[in-house]
């Protein structure tokens, strides 16, 4: 995997490229880039693809925040949130941080867990844009963050390393798409190439039941089988997908 890499918040691109372990190639497939004080993600043969890049802030996101449903939302249930009751998450797969945020919105304090350097870069830097922001920087601060490491070695390191007791672990592998996957919208595209099917993600169950203390989330496409062959407790469905709840223990307030 190469990648150029260009962020001003380093000295040099050789610096960006070593804190995120990433070769620094001018025939590399993806481009980072920085401008207007957003580091986005191209990908270089498919110019007509939008970038993809991290934001809190405005965009879809932060719609959902304010129009979204709140505690109702299907993810909500799933994650255990009711009056009184914001479970601490850590979201061992957390991609664009689009879940992650959706909870940490509505109260719970979120740890994100991420291995592909690239979207950690990019998830840095919609946190930095986050934590700046009058409207949303101070309960960002206080609710989000990140550890960039595997769920399948690190993820009681990553919970430890944040000192936080973990009530919820939060599960959403990449799955192998199916043939329709010309649907799959195209920003999508992008991060489908960069990331490619999560083939470990049976893997994952395992360290996320032993660190949770409540509950383990998975959410999955409809289709798809339970993670690593074990039947969840009791499953929420939605249109596309379902979440799948390991239950530990009950929530408390
Ligand atoms: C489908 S995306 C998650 C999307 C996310 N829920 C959101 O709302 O944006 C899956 C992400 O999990 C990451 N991932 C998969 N296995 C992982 C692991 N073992 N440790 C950390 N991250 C992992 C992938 O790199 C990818 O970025």
């Known amino acids: 995997m190469t990648s150029i890499f260009y962020n001003r918040h380093y000295p040099t691109i050789e610096s ?19 401008e207007d004080n957003v ?43 009711k009056q009184g009751v914001s479970p601490t998450v850590v979201d061992g797969t957390a991609g664009l941080g689009r879940d992650a945020f959706v909870l940490a919105s509505l109260g719970c304090k979120v740890l994100m867990v991420e291995r592909h350097p690239i979207v950690a870069a990019l998830l840095e830097d919609g946190l930095r ?24 070695d690190s993820l009681a390191d990553a919970a ?20 329709k ?8 595209r992008v991060f489908q190439s960069l990331v490619g099917a999560d083939l470990d993600a049976d893997g994952l169950l395992a360290p996320a039941m032993a ?4 509950r383990v989330v ?3 496409p409809d289709y798809a089988d339970d993670l690593d062959g074990v039947k969840p407790s009791m499953v929420i469905a939605t249109k596309k997908n379902r979440f799948d709840v390991y239950v530990k223990a009950a929530m408390t307030a």
């Not at 960006?16 to 920085?34: K, M, S």
């Open 211 to 214: 660190l949770a203390t409540k």
């Open 129 to 152: 844009r986050a934590y700046e922001d009058a409207e949303i920087g101070d309960w960002m601060r206080e609710r989000m963050s990140l550890f960039h490491g595997s769920s399948i």
């Open 181 to 188: 996957s010309a649907l799959v919208k195209k920003e999508m």
């Open 39 to 81: 580091l986005t993600l191209i990908k270089r043969d498919e110019p007509k693809l939008k970038g993809i890049s991290v934001d809190f802030v405005s965009g879809a996101v932060a719609h959902r925040r304010k129009f979204g449903g709140g505690r109702g939302q299907s993810i909500a249930k799933a994650v255990g949130l």
């Open 16 to 34: 960006a490229c070593e804190r995120w372990g990433l070769v620094y190639d001018t025939n590399a497939e993806f481009e980072l880039i920085f």
């Open 160 to 179: 430890a390393a944040s000192n936080i007791a973990v009530d919820v672990v939060y599960l959403d592998p990449m799955y192998p798409h199916r043939e």
């Open 218 to 220: 998975v959410k999955r």
